[in-house]
């Protein structure tokens, strides 16, 4: 089973990379450093089914039956994300389609369309055979489904079960034409046989059109996944499935609504920041993750898994930056701060070949007498003594985002190209982190209670649902920060009509009457001091107070960020992105309002604290961002270190201190 009270650690394992000289190495490897799971066989199907129907699983057998006798379980993938050259050359109609109309070859990894019936049909057959042979090996502790679904296809097979997709969602096509506005520019359909996936068109695409196709990606990948994980589950019931998720604007997976199909929610990070920037995001992807656990399993915990993370470099764009030293412990910790069951990495033992042939590895190139190996050495050691750490991530903020809003933010013909949900969502996380509050991530419709702060960030999409939940928050004494675009659109990312934003105007007591977007380096100086960039509105007031105003320019004195009391609660609006200190100034004042306070007051600047608490006790995370010794007051237990505390934690530059709470 996955779990058994430990935190996991290892990362995917490629044997059928290696001699078999070399796996009696890495299990004594594995065994120094500590390593309980690895990843196997997520790239293997060319070595697991080398012609249709002919299996060579004998090197499988001996792999696990090693990791086994070295006190090492397996998390088995099942390899669909990377077909083997004979299924390609049979089936050149499952090859990927771009939409320009170009299909792609074989020679990379997901060079598959999964609307395709071939291609389904031989993911079932490699997984069933799997199933048969290895569903109750000792070994196995879960099965990892195919890797990083996201793959998308403009062909044929997708085109038809689009239609298929869009029938059953619209009903009829009335109601589809209305969905998508189809009377602008002349797209009234009048058959099912006229929509196509939306290719390279001449101009501007319809929204709409685009909109329900990533969701029809999203359900048409998820149907895939079931399929595997279905059978698997057949073979075994005992066993938990899960597949990794990626993420990035281009994915088109709704995870939130995934969470709900997979045994433990498990996600694959790499920072592309090299800065504190890499911390940052770190955090961020920790609360997204426990966020959509949460959500799936109704578990107030959260608890998910790192599946993924690179052990020694940053992949930032136009080089891979080295991390320093200490680094890998951070990053690592602080998603098992953040709920994560452990830390995995991609990959064990860096290959001599292949397209990610520097792609760092537990073990580089060099081999095990490294500074990486030697870090990682010392991980292990730091999670087998942090396996009692349990319960929920003390959080007061509920933050709330929503994927088909950052699908609808990047269609063409928005007032500015740089309208982002995600990045948005980051704006707010970064500045909460650096205040020092703890903050849940959901999706709208989540249970709200015990938030005593909801915040919106350019929400784009709000349906009529979503804004009879944020009232009901309201109105019970909740607080509201909405920023910018927030309700503009209903679900079909049509606009609401009347003043933006069409869905809360009411309640935020205001309504916009123009919105004024910024040139990529513009800035517009506030009143309270700071500035904005971005996104600037004129706001015409209906019973809201203004907070700041902006200064200069043809929005002069015009009101930027507003309050509202809204029966018992009170709604906040932010009309513009304020830069990083300005909007930790307003957060410190809108959490104040709300009565939030942060997970450790006394922590200084540069210092991050997370706290997780259980029926049991509290747990206090401390990391040491800064090149400075740093102070905090607290006492307890340090796990790392088994030292009492009785006034101050003392942390080094870059140290860690986790604490058993008096």
């Known amino acids: 089973m996955f779990d058994d009270g430990r935190l996991c650690f290892g990362g995917d394992y490629n044997p059928e990379q290696w001699p078999p000289s070399v796996w009696a190495e890495d299990i004594a490897l594995m065994r120094q450093a500590r390593v309980n799971l690895v990843t196997v066989g997520v790239f293997a199907w060319s070595r697991l089914e080398p012609a249709p129907g002919r299996y060579t699983f004998d090197w499988l057998d001996e792999v696990l039956d090693l990791l086994h006798a070295g006190g ?66 000792p070994a196995l502790a879960l099965w990892h489904v195919h890797n990083e679904y996201g793959t998308i296809c403009h062909c044929e097979h997708t085109a038809q079960a689009f239609r298929r997709w869009l029938a059953d969602r619209h009903g009829d096509l009335a109601a589809l034409n209305e969905a998508w506005c ?52 057949a073979a075994n019931p005992a066993l938990p499935i ?11 997976v709704d995870h939130a609504r995934w969470a709900g199909e997979v045994d433990l929610v498990a996600v694959d990070h790499y920072p592309s920041a090299v800065d504190i920037g890499a911390e940052e995001q770190t955090a961020l992807v920790g609360d997204l993750a426990r966020g959509w656990a949460r959500h799936g399993s109704r578990d107030p915990a959260g608890a998910w898994l790192l599946m993924e993370s690179a052990p020694g470099h940053i992949q ?92 609808a933010l990047h269609h063409p013909g928005l007032p500015s190209p740089r309208l982002d949900h995600r990045q948005e969502t980051a704006a707010v996380h970064r500045a909460l982190w650096h205040a020092g509050y703890g903050c849940d991530i959901l999706p709208p419709g989540d249970p709200l209670d015990g938030y005593r702060l909801l915040i919106l960030p350019a929400l784009y999409l709000i349906d009529d649902t979503t804004a009879e939940w944020v009232r009901e928050y309201v109105a019970a004494g909740g607080h ?35 919105f004024h977007p910024l040139a990529e380096h513009d800035q517009v100086r506030l009143r309270g001091g700071g500035s904005g960039r971005i996104w600037t509105e004129s706001l015409r007031l209906t019973g809201a107070e203004v907070i700041d105003s902006y200064a ?21 609006y932010v009309s513009t992105r304020p830069d990083a200190d300005t909007y930790r100034r307003l957060l ?59 006034e101050a934690v003392r942390l080094p530059p870059g140290g860690v201190a986790v604490l058993r709470e008096h």
């Not at 074989?106 to 079932?124: E, I, K, N, V």
């Not at 899960?242 to 088109?252: A, F, I, K, M, S």
């Not at 087998?384 to 991530?393: I, N």
Request: include cysteine.
């Open 72 to 137: 090492i379980r397996v998390a088995l993938a099942t390899p669909t994300a990377s077909p083997p050259p004979w299924f390609s050359v049979a089936h050149p109609g499952a090859l990927p389609v771009t939409p320009e109309g170009v299909r792609l070859h074989h020679g990379s990894r997901d060079t598959y369309c999964a609307a395709a019936p071939a291609y389904r049909a031989a993911a079932l057959r490699i997984a069933g055979a799997l199933a048969d042979r290895y569903a109750h090996h």
């Open 182 to 233: 189809t009377s602008f520019w002349s797209q009234h359909y009048s058959d099912w046989a006229q929509i196509s996936t939306p290719r390279a068109t001449q101009y501007l695409a319809n929204p709409g059109h685009l909109l329900d196709f990533r969701r029809f990606w999203s359900d048409t990948l998820l149907a895939a996944y079931r399929e595997q994980r279905d059978l698997l589950r």
């Open 242 to 252: 899960t597949t990794n998720y990626v993420l990035g604007d281009w994915v088109p």
């Open 316 to 407: 930032t764009p136009g080089r891979m930056h080295t991390k320093e030293p200490g680094r890998m412990l951070r990053h690592s910790l602080a998603h098992v701060a953040r709920g994560s069951r452990g830390a995995m990495f991609f990959q064990w033992r860096a290959p001599a070949g292949g397209a990610e042939r520097f792609h760092s590895a537990l073990v580089p190139h060099v081999g095990s007498d490294s500074r990486v190996f030697r870090e990682a050495t010392e991980l292990g050691a730091a999670l087998q003594q942090l396996a009692e750490v349990e319960g929920r991530v003390e959080a007061g903020v509920a933050l709330v985002v929503d994927a088909a809003s950052g699908w």
């Open 480 to 514: 509201l920060l909405a920023t910018y675009l927030s309700g503009v659109a209903d679900e079909h990312a049509r606009v609401r009509l009347g003043g933006y934003p069409g869905a809360l105007r009411d309640l935020l007591g205001m309504w916009v009457e123009e």
């Open 552 to 572: 200069g320019g043809v929005l002069d004195g015009r009101p930027a960020v507003t309050r509202h009391r809204a029966e018992a609660g009170t709604a906040w």
């Open 588 to 646: 410190d004042e809108v959490t104040r309002c709300a009565g939030v306070t942060p997970v450790c007051p006394g922590a200084p600047a540069g210092v991050e604290a997370v706290r997780r608490r259980s029926a049991h006790g509290s747990w206090l995370f401390l990391f040491n961002h800064t090149d400075l010794p740093q102070q905090v007051p607290a006492r307890g237990t340090d796990l790392l270190t088994a030292t009492p505390v009785d």
